[in-house]
């Protein structure tokens, strides 16, 4: 048993007596895929009014029971995070940049009108997971354990208030390459659909964003392409986001632009750190609006050159098309571009640990 940080919790951990076997998991390792395999254990840890954060276990993964009538169910009280645990080149397993997930779990939480949890914990009970589980991170390029932590109203009540009960529980999936198709720049497809408005929970990690992305993105995929992109909603005109990454576009001379955050875009932590990053190439990085007219002529011109997305999930994955109803125009020479690769393997080496890192932003836990 072991103290949480700065929260009083006794930390408990159960034993899984139903273990994968070695060899079953790594049939899972040589073929991870995203998202679809799970490992041995989970984290959770409840909330009551009153008492505050309680009985923090870490044990076997199993299925949570919950009363038909908890608020989840009904109003969708829950908010979520991604981040990875990566094997670096000295053997040590690392996660990147963890403290702001903790910190943007809670500025979703104060969204949704959930409880914070202390960002030592939130840390620390991932650090717990991935010290339990590390058999289950995959080696090779583009290779991770990919966590899902994660917060639901756990309250059986119908009345429209926020929750008095939650419980937050982490879970992690061994991931290799975000993308399936194989292409060396993804196709996105220009929604018609609005992903948020201005007040709303754009820019919180909620699973309502995401199921309001559900149908323009099976169109998307309909239509042949890897992913969707939303224009705002007030004169859906400027871009805002993919369904689940964050853009940059890349100038003839040599300038980078990226969406302001409004309140309607996640202010992504793969974003943030190809800000820091590009801005020490010597690059001049601005954040504002750009419209889909702009891209299409700027593509068009040869005056924007690069367009790429980044996320925890993809990294960073160069955008070769765009289509809508208005037909499609292509990037560049619809391939990755020099400065995308560039941007990727500077973050890249140093989320592996072959570069050295000069922010804090890796945290060795093993």
């Not at 224009?231 to 890349?250: P, Q, R, T």
Request: charged share 20%; proline share 5%; hydrophobic share 45%.
């Amino acid at each position: 048993m072991a103290i949480l940080a700065d929260a009083g919790l006794t930390f408990t951990t159960l034993a899984n007596s139903a273990l994968t076997s070695d060899e079953a998991r790594a049939a899972v390792l040589a073929n991870p895929g995203f998202g679809t395999h799970f490992t041995d254990h989970m984290v959770t840890i409840d909330w009551t009014d009153g008492k505050g954060w309680h009985d923090a276990v870490i044990g076997p993964r199993q299925p949570i029971a919950l009363d038909p009538a908890a608020a989840v169910l009904h109003y969708a009280q829950e908010i979520f995070e991604g981040l990875k645990a990566y094997k670096q080149a000295d053997g040590a397993i690392a996660l990147f940049r963890p403290e702001a997930n903790a910190a943007r779990f809670n500025q979703s939480a104060r969204r949704l009108a959930m409880p914070d949890l202390p960002e030592a914990v939130f840390v620390e009970a991932i650090e717990k997971l991935v010290q339990l589980d590390r058999a289950w991170i995959p080696e090779g390029e583009g290779a991770s354990l990919y966590l899902r932590p994660f917060m639901i109203a756990t309250e059986a009540f119908l009345g429209v208030r926020p929750a008095r009960q939650y419980k937050f529980i982490v879970i992690a999936s061994p991931a290799g390459n975000y993308f399936k198709s194989g292409a060396p720049a993804v196709s996105i497809w220009v929604s018609d659909y609005t992903r948020a408005a201005p007040g709303g929970t754009g820019a919180a990690k909620c699973g309502g964003n995401y199921a309001a992305s559900l149908v323009p993105q099976a169109e998307a995929i309909a239509a042949g392409h890897d992913q969707v992109v939303f224009l705002d909603a007030a004169e859906h005109k400027w871009i805002e986001e993919l369904g689940g990454m964050n853009l940059y576009f890349v100038f003839n001379d040599g300038t980078l632009l990226t969406p302001e955050l409004t309140g309607t875009i996640l202010p992504g932590i793969t974003r943030d750190s190809l800000l820091q990053l590009a801005r020490e190439e010597g690059l001049t990085v601005s954040e504002g609006r750009y419209s889909l007219d702009e891209w299409r002529a700027d593509a068009a011109s040869g005056k924007l050159v690069e367009t790429f997305a980044c996320g925890t999930a993809a990294v960073v994955t160069p955008v070769g098309k765009v289509s809508g109803r208005d037909g499609e125009f292509t990037i560049g020479s619809g391939g990755p571009g020099q400065l995308t690769g560039k941007l990727k393997n500077r973050l890249v080496s140093i989320q592996r640990g072959d570069a050295p890192d000069t922010h804090g932003w890796i945290r060795k836990i093993a």
